[in-house]
């Protein structure tokens, strides 16, 4: 069975400007959340999508959002970029309201 | 204010010694907690768990202990082998909130 999949890899952008993200569960999954991983801060959460809806939101600003198709795929926007914005974007999928979730190998974002 | 704190940023231990991963928490919401192991450049990958009924959860070479009184988890990991050395993540769970703690790396040496 294929992991979760996160495109793209690598990323370097400018203030100012807006990302988007993707993630591909494993396949059968149908919850998806997204972490912020900085140095000294471990993983911050984002949100989590599950059946193409938002059900939980960690404490970030409005700049970052997200959305689930009806494939489970989830995407995460992140607009105006600030240089605080750099990190370490994780995706973690899990079935339903299971407690393991299966991470991807994440996506690191560089804002100049 | 961390909900999920690992105080040791880092820890070196010799191989085939045992290794003790600290975490503490806050909040007496949290049910059930987690274990994750990251590797340089891969996301992390889910070691082990423990609900908030039990006090110990073993799985071959790696153990959770739980202390409720003391708001306390821990890691064993017996015997302890190079390819143990990651970032270790500790994680908290109550209704639909995860809450990871800062990680502590692991370093064992041959």
């Known amino acids: 069975k294929a992991g979760v999949t996160q495109t793209p890899r690598y990323l370097i952008k400018t203030r100012g400007q807006q990302v988007t993200l993707s993630c591909s569960p494993i396949?059968?999954?149908?919850?998806v959340s997204w972490y912020q991983q900085t140095p000294g801060q471990g993983l911050q959460f984002l949100f989590e999508?599950?059946?193409?809806?938002?059900?939980n939101k960690g404490n970030f600003p409005g700049r970052f959002s997200g959305r689930q198709f009806s494939n489970s795929r989830s995407e995460m926007n992140v607009s105006t970029l600030e240089l605080g914005d750099s990190a370490l974007y994780l995706c973690?999928?899990?079935?339903?309201?299971?407690?393991?979730?299966?991470f991807g190998p994440g996506t690191r974002l560089t804002v100049t | 204010d961390q909900q999920v704190k690992q105080n040791s940023p880092s820890l070196s231990v010799q191989e085939g010694r045992i290794s003790i991963l600290n975490c503490d928490y806050t909040?007496?919401?949290?049910?059930?907690f987690l274990w994750y192991k990251k590797y340089p450049a891969e996301g992390p990958t889910f070691l082990i768990s423990?609900?908030?009924?039990?006090d110990k959860n073993e799985d071959g070479r790696f153990t959770v202990f739980l202390n409720k009184s003391a708001k306390h988890l821990s890691l064993h990991i017996v015997p302890s082998q190079p390819g143990d050395s990651a970032v270790y993540f500790c994680a908290a769970y109550y209704g639909q909130n995860f809450v990871f703690g800062p990680g502590t790396r692991l370093s064992v040496l041959p």
């Open positions: 973690a999928s899990s079935f339903d309201r299971t407690y393991e979730q299966y």
């Open positions: 999508y599950f059946s193409e809806t938002q059900r």
């Open positions: 423990i609900s908030s009924i039990k």
């Open positions: 396949s059968g999954h149908r919850s």
């Open positions: 909040n007496s919401m949290f049910d059930y």
